[in-house]
């Protein structure tokens, strides 16, 4: 995508291909390092969730980040939040509730833990990590606007690569080096999804860095209905009616949080507050003139009284 951008680039634009450019985008972009280290974190902890709950269930699960990640952009970036789209977030997480009822398989242990306990612990950390590197990525990818998004890609899955590696090693070391063949076990089902993995971050990042992290997560929502009809025909999973309400549920809470209602709250919210601007220095530049016209007048004054004042004989 960056050979193709570079193509494509107009006259008297900075080469992208440059090693002076090179050089200073990546200089200015180590901040994804941050992400990429919490991003790889998250890659492994997807395939950890496969085992506690089906692909759909998985997707589900990850529209909790919403709730995290809003909190965070309110911390970490200011954002502002109306009351309704706060609503709207509580109504995302009651439908993801109702598609979780009854979803854990009984009498099964994993890693020496119940599954309920390992579900939870492993859930817990699925939802803030990747939470996490959401708002980082944001704060990272809109610092430096004016480098291409696909410069910035190859920064982060730079830093994600070496990360990885070293967790490679790590394994090696503990394991064996018959850890070290990353080649193992591939096949065109597990290639074809690195293809689709490498899209996915592409497209979330222009969402990233050209919207917000709330609305790259809402979008996911759509997606799930996809996934849950995938997991039925490949796997053979049911559609619930717990699923089926959970996503209506989903998709109503979607639509609350980017209704113009919410939005024409916020807008007047700030009219009002532009309003008061308004008027508060509306008021001070009245008082201005009125204090200018007072001075005025009583220098007025002054001279007046001088000139009607008699000489006094010397």
């Known amino acids: 995508m960056l050979f193709f951008q570079a193509r494509h680039q107009k006259v008297g634009e900075k080469p992208l291909l440059s090693i002076s450019t090179f050089i200073q985008a990546a200089r200015n972009n180590v901040l994804l390092a941050v992400p990429a280290f919490l991003y790889a974190i998250n ?19 990850s529209n909790l980040k919403v709730l995290v990640i809003a909190v965070l952009l309110k911390i970490i970036m200011r954002r ?20 979780q009822l009854r979803s854990l398989p009984e009498g099964s242990t994993a890693m020496g833990l119940p599954v309920a306990m390992g579900a939870y612990i492993y859930t817990l950390i699925f939802i803030t990590v990747p939470s996490m590197a959401s708002v980082f990525n944001e704060y990272a990818l809109k610092s430096q606007y004016d480098t291409s998004i696909y410069l910035q890609n190859l920064f982060l899955y730079g830093y994600g690569a070496i990360f990885n590696f070293l967790g490679i090693l790590v394994t090696a070391i503990f394991k064996g080096p018959d850890n070290l063949d990353i080649l193992q076990g591939h096949s065109k089902a597990t290639m074809l999804l690195i293809f ?24 996911s929502t759509v997606a799930t209905i996809f996934t849950g009809i995938a997991s039925a025909v ?9 699923f089926l309400l959970g996503i209506s549920i989903v998709f109503i809470s979607m639509h609350q949080f980017f209704s113009s209602l919410s939005k024409a709250k916020d807008e007047q919210q700030n009219g009002t507050h532009e309003l008061r601007d308004v008027q508060e220095n509306h008021r001070s530049k009245e008082s201005f003139i009125d204090i200018a016209a007072g001075a005025n007048e009583e220098a007025a004054h002054r001279i007046g009284s001088d000139e009607r004042q008699p000489l006094l004989p010397t």
């Open 80 to 99: 502002r939040f109306s009351i309704i789209q706060w609503e709207a977030l509580a109504l995302l997480l009651i439908g993801i509730s109702v598609n």
């Open 234 to 242: 490949l796997f053979g999973h049911t559609l619930t009616m717990n």
């Open 196 to 219: 689709n993995n490498a899209a996915q971050g592409i497209l979330s990042c222009f969402f990233l860095k050209y919207a917000d992290a709330i609305l790259k997560k809402y979008s």
């Open 43 to 61: 890659n492994y902890l997807k395939f950890i969730m496969q085992l506690y709950f089906n692909p759909a269930t998985v997707k589900m699960l």
